[in-house]
């Protein structure tokens, strides 16, 4: 806990008269004291600068890549910095390139807008996933969250890090359903959701890498995909096929092996704006639980997939970020 200074100077104390060999008993005595105190306060002083990043509250920060990104290494504190542009408003999916927000907020004007490190250092070889964001934030297409506090200097420094976005539950829309609608909602048509995958082999799945997952409510679609090698996996889930109160569309987006479902409005256009073909909707979801129903649970890591059930969950977890639940499937037709 000590440094070493600190601990010279007791031992000098701790060995007595010899150190002291010029003065008078009484002085040697007040001579002892008045170091030992000092001692005291200079420790409690070191233990309170080095412990104050540890006991300063930190707060999760979300921040998206940007090509443009400015990204450097510094000396005081040691590490890597990152310049980025305040967000307007709370984390979402209209957060633009290059921001940085809140969960619960945009950022203010007093803010800062650097982000450091400390202890990092610029690489082209990362010896640990927290250090990647220095590569990945050069892509705006990914995001990284980040636990800071703020130094009083302009920088909220970091003290975590972990890619991706923050684990959310999508919230429900409009007003709430009363339980004769959600009968109703129960006994309505519904198609299976089904889901097939394309193997590429190795990746984060493992030996038989699911590297492409593809859902649909059509059998002869189902019937088209298997004709280009994709392989059915399961049934996640029904899917109403017409649109009831209390119930929203579950769209399908495509790009470079990703297979994207929503059920935002907003990140729709958004996945569009990213170069995503819209293919359309599935079916109807609900976003609350409702009786019968189960959570469609979304990941990422390069590409999404979407499973249904605790067992499939956690399987997904060994390898890939839970985004959110995306949307309630019922559990049965």
């Not at 307007?88 to 800062?112: H, K, V, Y």
């Not at 990284?144 to 703020?150: K, Q, R």
Request: with cysteine.
């Amino acid at each position: 806990m000590f440094g070493p200074a600190l601990r010279r100077a007791a031992y000098r104390v701790d060995k007595g008269d010899a150190q002291l060999p010029f003065l008078g008993e009484d002085m040697k005595t007040i001579f002892r004291h008045t170091l030992t105190m000092a001692l005291l306060l200079g420790a409690a002083f070191y233990a309170l600068s080095t412990d104050a990043a540890a006991q300063a509250a930190t707060y999760p920060l979300v921040c998206r890549g940007d090509r443009h990104a400015l990204i450097e290494a510094i000396d005081d504190p040691q590490g890597v910095s990152l310049k980025f542009k305040k967000g307007t408003a709370a984390f979402g999916p209209a957060t633009a390139p290059g921001e940085c927000s809140w969960l619960d907020r945009g950022m203010n004007a007093a803010e800062a807008d650097i982000l450091v490190q400390p202890g990092l250092a610029l690489a082209d070889v990362w010896f640990s996933v927290e250090d990647k964001w220095t590569a990945d934030l050069k892509d705006p297409d990914k995001y990284w969250t980040f636990d800071v506090y703020s130094d009083k200097k302009g920088r909220l420094i970091v003290t975590d890090s972990r890619k991706g976005r923050p684990v959310t539950v999508a919230t429900p829309l409009g007003a709430g359903v009363d339980v004769e609608a959600a009968k109703a909602l129960a006994k309505a048509p519904k198609a299976p959701l089904y889901f097939l995958g394309k193997g590429f082999g190795g990746g984060v799945f493992g030996p038989a890498a699911l590297y492409d997952c593809f859902y649909t409510a059509s059998v002869e679609e189902k019937g088209y995909a298997a004709g280009l090698g994709f392989s059915f996996r399961a049934v996640v889930g029904y899917v109403l096929k017409t649109q009831l109160p209390g119930t929203v569309p579950l769209h399908r987006l495509f790009k470079d092996h990703d297979h994207f479902l929503t059920t935002d409005e907003e990140e729709k256009g958004y996945a569009k704006g990213l170069g995503y073909d819209y293919e359309g909707v599935l079916g109807y979801v609900s976003k609350r639980p409702l009786p019968g129903t189960t959570p469609l649970y979304r990941f990422y890591l390069e590409h999404h997939c979407y499973v249904t059930g605790e067992s499939e969950k956690k399987k997904q977890e060994q390898f890939t970020r839970l985004e959110r639940i995306e949307a309630y499937v019922w559990t049965s037709p």
